[in-house]
């Protein structure tokens, strides 16, 4: 602690007291100068008296950051015999009180403070003059303003309902009461005291403490003279005394990693999307064509930034055909090897790639491209790591109380208390937040599953039932509802997906009738079984013949998205096109065939990057795809190139036929043909769309050519004609196909009076239209 300085200021002249700031010109806040020896200067003339000692104990409560309301302990207020001053300025040698007419030096009453008594009338519009061993500056007194967040703000933030609370929490670029800063607010409600620190302060925790606005549990200060840019963090005192430095949990951008500071940031990004906004909700998401390519922009091509992305992957897409994206997470996560499935960041994407206006200006050039963005959104845990969520002022807080149902048994990770009001608002306000203002059209929701059940991945003894003795979790299960009553009311247009692997009811049933409320589930049951039967030799796929049917049982019962993502093409699982048997040529014919069947049965269709040019390694997030298997120098680069013209093809067929996805969740859109054909490996069905129209796809997954293969039709429709073919020599196959329109027979076949005479390609799926 640093010796008492007693100078005996001098008020040189009195102002005219006013009773509101007036606006100042911006000066930055002064970094501390480190302590040295404090030289005595001359002591000014008499005027100032000292102020009022502060209580021993308020004094070491301030300084230890265990104070509820610094305010009231530091800036100017009126008292009897003039005006009191006091003002925390670790390390400064003096601190000065300017005003109009007035320059009055206060006490130095050690450890960084200084006060004095002024023989004023009222508080004036006044400014501090801080003097450090080689520098002078003059600042505004964070002090003297009153709070930013306003009863409204802090009510909605009590009652868990605040749905724009990024607006009122996190560091905020303002105007206030005429002077320019940055707000900073946050929740902890266990701590003793909060302070933030930053790049401003040369992260000296001592100098800016924060106010505690009421039983919100929120903390609160505004600094004048902060500004983009700037680095925070938060200094909490734990209720055992101890301090934790952690990160803003709703800060809008954060530090590169593997650094983890919060930074300041206001968004000037003018969209360009207002066709695209208007027009995305006019027809509902299960009712419209929805062909999903699923990346990870960090390595779809290494190295480049949001703004180069959106130079280069808009176009790509939109060449093969593709209605939407998916990004896995962007939300910021300090290990690239989760890929982004571990968020520390919530309400910041990742600045790995750029600034959170890189990021709109991606998603608006994918809209003015005509392709919408899904984000992946992770709210079933986070990380443990100390300077985020974890046990965040001191206690158990974004995390469950009881440890058995905080820690997450599969990833090391900390479950959310989903039961309690701010930490569901928390999370629903961060799923409106992506939708509005980075204009993102879906959330594809991580892990519900291990939501929706207390004994996830949980041996005996390791839970406990809910209230009403089940395994459900309920909390969970208001959260979800919440969310997707929230999004949907909030974000016309935006459709939610669950990844979801039980046969949990009422997934996508809305919330109203009982259901979660989502758009869309992901169909891992479909995934698991039709890979399972093509991973197969086409000699035991009669074996199971099931797996390629079984769909169809339950595919009405939700509306759901076929999915072969990451998760299916890395750790030792093998890349889509090498999980098929035998050679090369097969292996390729099969990966065609079975996307052909994909993208004809019902259901929206997802697939991740690499696999629609068939690259035969699995994912690595730091290489990315093989982009050189492409390259006219590979020998097999044909190859390659012939299965992303297939997809490119399948996605414009597809998209033109509204037979495919217009009745995808119900009955009328589709019927079996031929589904018993397991001696043959031969798949066979029509799909409906609403306005009759009509499509017929029969799958051969038999390495053989199959000569007048007899496939029941309608009486009504007079020729059919081949429109797609998976066996096309620019595919890379053999080249069977018809190349005239058939006319039906009155030769019966699979209990219809009409049939087609066909000859079936090896591995290949066909599609034909009236």
Known sequence: MSAARQPSPTVREEAAPDAAPTPAPKTAARPPVPRGSRARRAAPPHGVRPAAALD??????????????????????????????????????????????LRAELFDEGDGLFSGLLPLTGVPNYRLLVTYDSDEIEVHDPYRFLPTLGELDLHLIGEGRHEELWTALGSEVMEHQGVAGTRFTVWAPNAQGVRVTGDFSCWDPVA??????GSTGVWE???????????????????????????????????????????????RYEWGDARWMAARG?????????????????????????????????????????THVEFMPVAEHPFGGSWGYQVTGFYAPTSRLGTPD????????????????????????????????????????????????AAHPDWGTLEFDYGRKEVRNFLVANAVYWCQEFHVDGLRVDAVASMLYLD???????????????????????????MNATVYRRCPGVVTIAEESTAWDGVTRPTDSGGLGFGLKWNMGWMHDTLRYVSKEPVHRKYHHHDMTFGMVYAFSENYVLPISHDEVVHGKRSLVSKMPGDWWQQRATHRAYLGFMWAHPGKQLLFMGQEFAQGSEWSETYGPDWWVLDSSYPAAG????????????NRAYTAAPALWERDSVPEGFAWVEADASDDNVFAFLRYGHDGSQLLCVSNFSPVVRH??????????????????????????????????????????QGRAKSLRLTLPPMATVWFRP
């Open 221 to 267: 200060l505004f600094l004048p003279g902060v500004g983009e840019g700037a680095l925070y963090k938060y200094d909490v005192t734990r209720p055992d005394g101890e301090h934790t430095l952690r990160a803003d949990p709703m800060a809008r951008y954060a530090e590169v990693p593997p650094a983890n500071a919060s930074v300041v940031t206001a968004s």
């Open 639 to 650: 190859d390659h190139r012939g299965v992303r013209e297939l997809v490119r093809d399948l």
């Open 456 to 482: 996830y991945s949980r041996g005996e003894g390791d839970w406990s039932p809910n209230e009403h003795g089940g395994r459900e979790d309920l909390d969970a299960v208001a959260l979800l509802q919440e």
């Open 358 to 405: 890189d990021f709109r200006f991606l998603v608006d050039s994918l809209h003015r491209a005509g392709i919408g963005v899904i984000v992946d959104w992770v709210p079933a845990h986070f990380p443990r790591d100390a300077w985020a969520l974890a046990e965040f002022d001191g206690r158990p807080l974004y995390e469950h109380q009881d440890p058995r149902r």
């Open 56 to 101: 021993a104990g308020e004094r070491a409560r301030l300084l230890e950051g265990r104070h509820h309301d610094p305010h009231a302990l530091l800036g100017a207020r009126a008292q009897r015999g003039g005006v009191a001053f006091r003002v925390l300025r670790p390390y400064a040698k003096a601190v000065t009180i300017v005003a109009k007419g």
């Open 708 to 749: 007048g293969y007899r496939i029941g039709v309608p009486d009504e429709v007079p020729a059919w004609r081949e429109v797609l073919n998976t066996d096309l020599e620019v595919y890379g196959g053999s080249g069977v196909h018809h190349g005239r329109p058939l006319r039906p027979e009155p030769v019966p076949a």
């Open 208 to 213: 800016y403490p924060m106010r505690s606005l």
């Open 282 to 322: 006019l027809r509902p998401a299960h009712q419209s064509p929805m062909s999903v390519y699923e990346l990870h922009l960090a390595s779809w091509r290494p190295g480049l930034s949001y703004r180069s992305l959106a130079e280069q992957l808009p176009s790509y897409v939109k060449e093969l055909g593709f």
